[in-house]
Structure formats: C-alpha cells, structure tokens
C-alpha cells in the first residue's frame, strides 16, 4: 500500500538545517500523524509523502518557499507595550504565543524592548531556511469513501 492523497500517515522524521544542524525529530517520543493533501504539515513533507510504502525511508530537501517561507521583513516591527498583558516581562530573544482572532495562533520573537514599543519578527523561526528531512513512513491508514 502506497500513501496517496487523502490518507492518515504515521511517520518518523529528523529535519536539519542545510548547515546540518538537527533542528527536531520525532525520534524517542510519538511518531506524527496527519492527512496527506489537508495542509497540516509543510508543503515538502505533505507531497514527499506521497508515495511511499510502510516501511520506506526516505531523504528529502525541502526549499524554505515549500517549508515555513521566504523571510519577510514586512513581518518585523513595532508593537505598542501596551499591547501586552500587564505584568508580563518581555525581553530580547523571547518567543511568545500569540492568537488572532477565534482560531489562528503563531509564535513572535521579542528583538528589542523599550518602555513604550516592543518590536517583534513574527516569521516563523525557520522562515528563509531551506531544510532536509529523513522521513519513515511508520503506518497509513486510507480514508473511508
């Protein structure tokens, strides 16, 4: 059985900058497991997938357009400190948890802080980072027709 597009995939992956630098892995703890095609992984792991026979391992490049994006710098500027909660010490290099609206959450990174503006770059901290995976597809479950 080969995974195709609609089904669960259970996977193990390691991902590495292009400099070789492990950047996560799913080695010791749960594999991942989403639907191929329902964009809840990156677009080069989603169609890498695809394919594959239980068992396969497979190396794969991932350029950053087809993993978290180009950096932008229309994504760096300045927040007023009053946007954040009252008590919450914010400081550079920090990384927050922040939600828009009912249902779209991301993560900031904190570049400077003063007493009236804190400016933040709200790329994904791999954004412009072209990275390579080891893939091994674990188990595929096909979707009900």
Do not use: C
């Not at 964009?39 to 997938?49: C, E, P």
């Not at 400016?119 to 479950?141: C, R, S, T, W, Y």
């Amino acid at each position: 059985m080969e995974a195709k597009q609609g089904d669960a995939v259970i996977l193990h992956y390691t991902g590495w900058l292009a400099d070789g630098t492990e950047f996560d892995s799913s080695r010791g703890r749960d594999p991942l497991e989403f639907h191929v095609g329902r964009k809840q992984v990156i677009d080069g792991v989603d169609s890498a997938v695809l394919g594959m026979r239980v068992g396969e391992t497979k190396r794969v490049e991932v350029p950053a357009a087809a993993a978290y994006g180009e950096y932008r710098d229309d994504l760096v500027g300045d927040v007023p400190r009053s946007e954040f909660p009252e008590g919450l010490q914010v400081e550079a290099g920090q990384r927050l948890q922040v939600t828009h609206g009912e249902d779209q959450a991301g993560v900031i990174t904190i570049l400077e802080v003063t007493e009236q503006k804190v400016k933040v770059d709200m790329n994904h901290p791999l954004a412009g980072q072209d990275l390579v995976f080891e893939l091994e597809l674990v188990g595929i479950a096909p979707t009900s027709a």
